[in-house]
């Protein structure tokens, strides 16, 4: 945190007592450990695992131009895929805080490089993906009510809010809920994909497997051209999207030194090989011209090989999306709560509730904000714009696990992998980066514009240090009114890990509860 965010908060005289208050009985409030291997594993999968593979597996074929390359892109794409996420394994037990990328970004290469991170990501990235996926889910589901054409706009906006309000009720209730969500819609998208996978293996023993041979599988349907391919990376690339996002709860793992790289070795295959083989069972019912022209594949597929029982397919995807949004509220927030203990968001999103020990604050920004971006109609464009931006930071976070080995030698790593790991993810990366500026400038150019206009929000926000008292006093009495809201206290880092002295110092100044609060809330027991 910088000293100006230090400053700037040292005006809340009475919170040091609630503080202390807190500390003195030992029964502080923290995050609570309670996400176990099982769980770790939901997380990733089902966060990775959305409507893409159910929907629209065209983009890695249309330019990869041929079965057999599409199926090298899918296999190619999970190793570095895999790569990523045990370089984020290291820097993960390396730095054992919840906020992912924004906490090694922001720890390695400073304040303002930490903000932008996070800037991008509150501003557009996760709302607008909560969103969208949200009106996947309402769209499957109202589907079958209007066979013959789209279901009201408003109606899927309103089912898409009501799914968005459901979870995040269930969060703010209990991370074990929340857990327990993530598990079951996890189970319940793998059983769908491997009824998928059987049907495929059904289709070979028949004898259909024309497609998977080698010389028709490797026949383009159009020239090959090394742009395309690359933009086949670049669509499998995004399929494999939150392959990061248990990072963001690193705090609340269960023996995270030993569950998080398990965690990792389990899911990323296992994604890799759900991903290759439903691939391969579409192929078997469908030529690449049906799959092209298809825009729900495994809706598609179903209507080929399941008749009557077809319907399961659009239930699949309803199931599929209802864990992708559970995942990404709980990780987000997280983010968001990870950047408020830090400084760089209002300190209140930093604080969870005295019994449930859950960030209910950061949870009902993420919902709010989420809600606020089914407003608009221009959500597909926003995600392309910050998409560079995504990618972009996954290769400055990697590049910050080499520049820390050699500030840090020492530095205690219980996870140390050879340094060709990140030197192979970043040529890909670079490969994708440089293509991406090449091919779409000014999608790119837009997307680093709207990052760009957090480095204004950062100096007045908080590298500012000597702001009016007046301003201070009032966000004070803001934050005061949103603890009694929300019945929340800052969490005891002796628990919940992560900076303790910046803890400290944090937990003393930036909690306007006076002490009698902090005596009411002390007896939570978390």
Known sequence: MTDGARQRTSTSGSAKDAAGGEKESGG???LK????????????????????IF???????????????ALVVWIITGVITAIGALCYAELGVTIPKSGGDYSYVKDIFGGLAGFLRLWIAVLVIYPTNQAVIALTFSNYVLQPLFPTCFPPENGLRLLAAVCLLLLTWVNCSSVRWATRVQDIFTAGKLLALALIIIMGIVQICKGEYYWLEPANAFEPFQEYDVGLIALAFLQGSFA????????YVTEELVDPYVNLPRAIFISIPLVTFVYVFANIAYVTAMSPQELLASNAVAVTFGEKLLGVMAWIMPISVALSTFGGVNGSLFTSSRLFFAGAREGHLPSLLAMIHVKRCTPIPALLFTCLSTLLMLCTSDMYTLINYVGFINYLFYGVTVTGQIVLRFKQPDMHRPIKISLIWPVIYL???????????YSEPVVC?????????GVPVYFLG???DNKPQCFDAFVDKMTYLGQKFCVVVYPDEGNGGGSTEEGEEMKEARSPLSKEDGENHKSADC
């Open 28 to 30: 502080g409030v923290a």
């Open 33 to 52: 450990k309670e996400i176990g291997l099982v769980s770790a594993c939901g997380i990733i999968v089902g966060n990775i695992i959305g409507s893409g």
């Open 55 to 69: 929907v629209s597996p065209k983009g890695v074929m249309e330019n990869a131009s041929s079965v057999g390359v």
């Open 240 to 247: 494999y999207g939150g392959w990061n996002f248990l990072n």
């Open 427 to 437: 040529i890909f990366w670079a490969f994708l980066l440089i293509f991406s500026l």
């Open 445 to 453: 150019g837009i997307g680093l514009a709207i990052m760009l206009t």
């Open 462 to 464: 908080v590298y500012w």
